[in-house]
């Protein structure tokens, strides 16, 4: 289960590992060597099972042959090309497919590497926006509580996960937050949206009162709430934002980097919902994980505005070294010819089976809330007293080994498997927690 000292590297201390505890590591250390499918494979031959796409990310599965093929070809045809002021022609055929794919309105791709750098990418999208138009007075951000923005200075912002924003500040001024629309009283247990609480809502009209909608560049929130613990917006609730924003001229982003490329049935959770945003930030299942990718989708209208500047200027002074890399765009290619050939039916199909097998979990030890939305899932546990975080961590330990790998923040479990999924690999997950929980103090 464990890797031991034979097989592991020389040293565990030059890598600097994101959002881990150093020292818990190498008490406890998980490597990997292989994957394919719903499984990974440790380095002493363990089997795995992948309750998190990896990392919200592994949406077609693990090392599916038609995404290597793609890259290798690639990478010795054209390994590289910059995308200032020059291309290559899979860069265009892939903006091409994802507009295609996206919400109607929706019509451009500028290309990133990341979750993050798409966020950061789309505030300062926003802001660009309203001064082509005249209004360079709308600089002020609004976010929501629990939200996860990725980890660079403007995302970190407009997120509502505070242990992030501890080291880190001072942060972006003029930001403000939403409430997260939900109360486990009224919705706890929820499938799906929950019938309450689309007056959350409201709570953005008294922001932009206060605030002057003169002054307010963008409201950014996820469709579906992921990292914060999955939290899927109320009935009415998101079409009461998009409301909002287009009467008072300011423009609604969807940060889609969890909830895009089929994890809730559609290639976006804003086609599901039916609420079309100005802006989505994307990445993860664009690539399925195999080459760091991401973009944001906007609307003609946003990118009119920056088309009003005169002819001889760059429109949109911003981008990155790898926008458009011709292996992620291979990638990229490659996974949309998946979903599109059957595997966003698939995962479709199946998210009724995860629902029902999830909230099975009702009523099993430690277990004090469950929500589910397309193959997402989050479950709160009861928390030890006097140690928050604990029986969480106790169940992530006892579920890896059994062979089931889940994500836990504090003391909330969050799922979301690979769309290739079966019924009886759900049954095997939920069974794996469910006998976990029986043995956690």
């Known amino acids: ?59 077609a599965g693990h090392g599916q042959p038609r995404i290597v093929e793609a890259i290798q070809q690639q990478a010795a045809r054209l390994d590289f090309v910059s995308s200032f002021t020059m291309s290559h022609p899979a860069a265009f055929e892939l903006a091409s497919r994802l507009t295609a794919a996206a919400p109607d309105g929706i019509d451009h791709v500028f290309f990133t590497n990341s979750g993050s750098e798409s966020v950061d990418t789309a505030l300062k999208i926003a802001r660009g926006y309203h001064r082509a138009r005249g209004q360079a007075g709308r600089t002020k951000f609004i976010g929501r509580y629990k939200s996860y923005h990725g980890v660079n200075f403007g995302g970190l912002s407009v997120g509502g996960i505070a242990r992030h924003k501890l080291d880190f500040g001072p942060l972006l001024p003029d930001v403000d937050h939403l409430s997260l629309p939900y109360d486990p009283k009224v919705s706890g247990f929820s499938q799906g949206q929950p019938a309450a609480g689309a007056d959350y809502a409201e709570e953005l009209a008294r922001l932009i009162a206060l605030h002057d909608p003169s002054t307010i560049a963008a409201v950014i929130v996820e469709p579906v709430t992921g990292s914060g613990g999955v939290y899927p917006p109320p009935i009415g609730y998101l079409d009461r934002l998009r409301a909002l924003c287009t009467e008072h001229g300011i423009l609604l982003i969807f940060d889609e980097v969890i909830t895009g490329f089929g994890r809730t049935g559609p290639m976006f959770a804003s086609q599901r919902l039916e609420v079309t945003p100005d802006l989505i930030a994307c990445a993860k299942g664009m690539t399925n994980g195999a080459v760091p990718m991401g973009g944001v989708l906007a609307s003609g209208a946003v990118f009119d505005a920056y088309m009003t500047r005169p002819s001889e200027q760059i429109e949109l002074a911003h981008g990155y070294t790898y926008s458009a890399h011709p292996l992620g765009c291979a990638a990229a290619l490659a996974v949309l010819d998946i979903y599109q050939d059957g595997l966003l039916d698939q995962g479709a199909a199946v998210m009724p089976a995860w629902q029902e097998l999830l909230h099975s979990l009702r009523g099993t030890k430690h277990v004090a809330d469950i929500r589910t939305f397309g193959l997402l899932a989050g479950i709160d546990l009861a928390p030890r007293d006097g140690a928050p975080g604990a029986r969480g961590a106790a169940l992530n ?34 069974g794996t927690i469910g006998d976990a929980l029986a043995r956690v103090d």
């Open 1 to 59: 289960m464990l890797a031991t000292d034979a097989t592991l590297p020389n040293s565990l201390d030059a890598f600097w590992m994101p959002f881990t505890a150093h020292r818990a590591f190498r008490q406890a250390r998980r490597m990997f060597v292989g994957a394919e499918g719903m499984y990974y494979r440790t380095d002493d031959g363990q089997k795995i099972m992948d309750g998190i796409a990896g990392l919200w990310c592994v949406n």
């Open 397 to 430: 330990q006892a579920c890896f080994e059994a062979g089931v790998l889940i994500r836990t923040a504090g003391d909330t479990v969050m799922l979301s498997p690979p769309l290739v999924i079966s019924r009886g690999e759900i049954e095997t997950l939920v």
